[in-house]
T-cell receptor, first 115, second 114 residues
């Protein structure tokens, strides 16, 4: 049972570099989310998607971009990495909306360091 | 804007003791979730609370929801070391219509001492 899969698990970037964090889910979930978790803090929503072709900003979207071309995949793009983007990134998915009797399932996280 | 607050932020307790973690949120919602996170790991779903007065129990953990007070509690009974982790509450929020976001509290780091 794969669930939500994130790659890579770890990455070090130099300031100004770009990268894409990959997220794939095999549960046919409509909703997908990207969160970041800074040390000792809670999770902040970056972007979310309610289905293929539809994305929207969360609490902290600046410096990131997303796309949702398929139900399974929801990549997160950092165009010009900055030290403030050093964090652990979690992808999550859920079936339909969270107003139903559903929960969000999380990937294992990507630990990103920008130096 | 929905805000979710947890307290305490850090809780050190002895094995065998009872304690409660509180989760307050600022706008109307009737969907609240509790998650557990072990160090360096992902989040594990503990409870989904769907209506006012909902109570769920699993082992030594019991969660409840009071939507009128916008308050959820996670009660720990006779704590054991294995319960040491960070516990997050999260609230489902409507923004701009039918879509939903899951907004997290700051987390409570629980350390159970022998």
């Amino acid at each position: 049972n794969a669930g939500v899969t994130q790659t890579p698990k770890f990455r070090i970037l130099k300031i100004g570099q770009s990268m894409t964090l990959q997220c794939t889910q095999d549960m046919n979930h409509n909703y997908m989310y990207w969160y970041r978790q800074d040390p000792g803090m809670g999770l902040k929503l970056i972007y979310y998607s309610v289905g293929a072709g539809i994305t929207d900003k969360g609490e902290v979207p600046n410096g990131y971009n997303v796309s949702r071309s398929t139900t399974e995949d929801f990549p997160l793009r950092l165009e010009l990495a900055a030290p403030s983007q050093t964090s652990v990134y979690f992808c999550a998915s859920s079936y339909l909306s969270l107003n139903a009797n559903t929960e969000a399932f999380f990937g294992q996280g990507t630990r990103l360091t920008v130096v | 804007e929905l805000k979710v607050e947890q307290n305490p932020l850090f809780l050190s307790m002895q094995e065998g003791k009872n304690y409660t973690i509180y989760c307050n949120y600022s706008t109307t919602s009737d969907r609240l979730y509790w998650y557990r996170q072990d160090p360096g790991k992902s989040l594990e779903s503990l409870f989904v609370l769907l209506s006012n007065g909902a109570v769920k129990q699993e082992g030594r953990l019991m969660a409840s929801l009071d939507t009128k007070a916008r308050l959820s509690t996670l009660h720990i009974t006779a704590a054991v070391h294995d319960l040491s982790a960070t516990y997050f509450c999260a609230v489902a929020s409507n923004y701009g219509g039918a879509t939903n976001k899951l907004i997290f509290g700051t987390g409570t780091l629980l350390a159970v001492q022998p």
